[in-house]
């Protein structure tokens, strides 16, 4: 057996590297958080390449002293632990590895002044070795440059993703740490042209508004909960303002970002019951219990925390949100189209003067032993007939003799429609109820795919006017870089700024749909599948939401002719037996299984 050895020093802080620093949004996370321990009221962050050629961190924080600086760079030294209880810790950092970490697979260059000293003092290292150590002029805080990571380390550095993919995460992490801290400025710039900004002071409402949505100042619910000594608090998107991806969620506890299984599984169930299974809830949650109560030492990169009682913090967090959007009353964050309200009529309630004959009938055998009994019956009738008889309200159609089932019709003939989603149909076996929506839905998907396979370009619809979508610039990086494969199906985009896509036609199977929606579930579809899937998948899940979009929606009344039409396509249509998400399109009671209803068998 070898010799059991210590392993260099480089080594060594090459190993914590990996725990700590595993792509540039990890090392801008840490050096953030050294900047908000360090007391700031500003925070500017410079990225060069998507962070993959330079970050750069400067606040206004209370800076250090050169003998600190050394001090801060050798590995398990913090200021953030005075008393050694690591249970009540109450920064974001705390280990002492980060500094030493990110300097020994990169170039650091970290210059600091504190308050009231003249100058500041700057020190170099390159992957581990110090190679600069001198004065430096800059005002009272600390800037920090890391430059050329894992520059030596290629086996590192060729699992990073693309410089807009590591940009994506570089901003996802400054605007979680923006939204923990409300009294903090931040300030993001990339390649030279400032992304992000949000000045000091700000509401909590406030601040989360500007860096997840504008719509949920309106279309949002302030949560502000207390229960013994924990608090819970944040903005709460309502159901009806969701999105096709989890990734709009933002969870805090004791002021840290956290990606927690517990809190997320509380967020679906506090919705469980007012959103579709393949929607999610947008919200920014801030949990504040004692530091006693929660560990937040069990993942090295501090993500993932620890609770003493889950179950009180998942009952607060379910009962809270609950209570909240219940205050909401009728709120919704979708409102009635102006069109679709010009479509409601009254019609008028034909009254008749005689009982209907089965139920007049029914009141004249019951009192046909006297005149009297035939007279108090006439009474009674009418009594009955102005308090309970008057004839439902309701939308009829002319009577026409429909077509016999057949076989060469599986899906049989449409016979009505119930609660204006789901078409009853008579079938030569049995009856078919199809849910209107999701058939559709199979159906439009199937269209756009065999426009694909094809490889002729979907017809588009031009709208009058180009519609401007709103979305951050991550979104819109991916959706211009698919634009080419999206136009094929019919949807044109352009890119109209930073953060925002131009929408100038929709393919035209898909009708009169919500151009925002759609667009936005498109984006978030790119998002969750990123570069794991072939782009023939990501196209297909893409698809699979714009059909979505431009089915017939449950709610919507249709004709007996729109009823068979839709029946027809559905017996033609490959995989019609699901829609996109997985559920059944139709179900089918044979003559057997009504029989036994009814207990005939």
């Known amino acids: ?90 920064t974001l ?40 150590d001198g004065p430096a002029a800059l005002p009272p805080g600390t800037r920090i440059r890391v430059e050329d990571l894992f520059g030596k380390i290629p086996a590192r550095r060729k699992f990073l993703r693309s410089a807009r993919s590591e940009y994506a995460a570089c901003l996802d992490v400054v605007r979680r740490l923006a939204m923990a801290r409300p009294t903090v400025g931040f300030v993001l710039e990339h390649d030279g042209r400032r992304v992000l900004a949000v000045q000091p002071g700000d509401s909590l409402p406030h601040r989360v508004a500007q860096l997840v949505a504008r719509e949920l100042a309106e279309d949002g619910v302030v949560i502000e909960l207390e229960r013994g000594s924990a608090r819970l608090s944040g903005v709460a998107g309502l159901p009806t303002f969701n999105r096709g991806v989890a ?73 809270g949100l609950r209570h909240s959007l219940e205050s909401a009353g009728q709120r919704s964050a979708q409102g009635p189209a102006a069109p679709a309200m010009g479509n409601w009529q009254a019609e008028p309630i034909t009254r008749t003067s005689e009982p209907a004959p089965a139920l007049a009938s029914l009141f004249a055998r019951q009192y046909a032993p006297s005149s009297a009994a035939v007279r108090d ?74 426009a694909g396979a094809q490889g002729s370009v979907t017809a588009s619809q031009a709208l009058l006017l180009p519609e401007v979508v709103e979305l951050d610039e991550p979104s819109c990086d991916r959706l211009e870089e698919r634009s080419a494969q999206l136009a094929e199906f019919g949807l044109a985009l352009e890119r109209f700024g930073p953060t925002a896509m131009l929408v100038r036609a929709v393919p035209s199977v898909l009708g009169k749909s919500d151009v925002q929606a759609l667009v936005r579930d498109v984006a978030d579809d790119l998002a969750q599948n990123g570069d794991a899937l072939l782009l023939g998948e990501r196209l297909d899940l893409v698809l699979a939401t714009m059909a979505c979009h431009g089915s017939v929606r449950a709610g919507r009344t249709l004709s007996v002719a729109e009823m068979n039409a839709l029946l027809r396509e559905m017996e033609v249509t490959p995989r019609s037996g699901q829609c996109n998400h997985g559920r059944p399109t139709w179900v089918k009671l044979a003559h057997g299984d009504i029989e036994k209803l009814f207990g005939r068998k």
């Not at 393949?278 to 069990?298: M, T």
């Not at 002319?398 to 449409?414: C, F, I, K, T």
């Open 1 to 90: 057996m070898p010799d059991i050895r210590r392993l260099p020093d480089t080594l060594v802080n090459r190993i914590a590297a990996g725990e700590v620093v595993e792509r540039p949004a990890s090392a801008l996370k840490e050096l953030v958080e050294n900047s908000i321990d360090a007391g700031a009221r500003q925070v500017t962050v410079r990225l060069t390449g998507g962070g993959l050629d330079g970050i750069e961190v400067t606040d206004d924080g209370c800076g250090m002293r050169p003998d600190e600086i050394a001090l801060a760079l050798e590995r398990h030294a913090t200021s953030k632990l005075p008393d050694d209880q690591i249970e009540l810790v109450a």
């Open 93 to 132: 950092g705390f280990r002492g590895e980060a500094l030493p970490s990110i300097a020994s697979v990169s170039r650091l260059t970290l210059e600091s002044r504190p308050r009231g000293n003249a100058e500041g003092w700057r020190r170099v290292v390159d992957h581990g070795a110090v190679t600069g």
């Open 247 to 319: 990734d709009h969620q933002y969870l805090f506890v004791n002021g840290r970002p956290v990606k927690d299984r517990l809190l997320v599984g509380a967020v679906r169930g506090a919705y469980a019951d007012m959103l579709a299974r393949d929607r999610h809830a947008v919200l920014a949650l801030f949990l504040d219990i004692p530091p006693e109560d929660v560990d937040v030492n069990v993942h090295p990169a501090k993500t993932e925390v620890r609770f003493r009682d889950p179950a009180f913090v998942r009952g607060f967090i379910v009962s």
């Open 377 to 450: 019956a006439g009474v009674a009738w009418r009594g009955y007939e102005q308090s309970v008889m008057a004839p439902p309200a309701a939308r009829a159609e002319v009577a026409e003799d429909a077509p016999a089932p057949s076989a060469q019709h599986p899906l049989g003939v449409a016979r009505g429609q119930v609660a204006n989603t789901y078409i009853v149909a008579e079938a030569e076996d049995g009856l078919v109820i199809v849910d209107q929506h999701a058939a559709h839905e199979r159906l439009v998907l199937e269209r756009l795919k065999a």
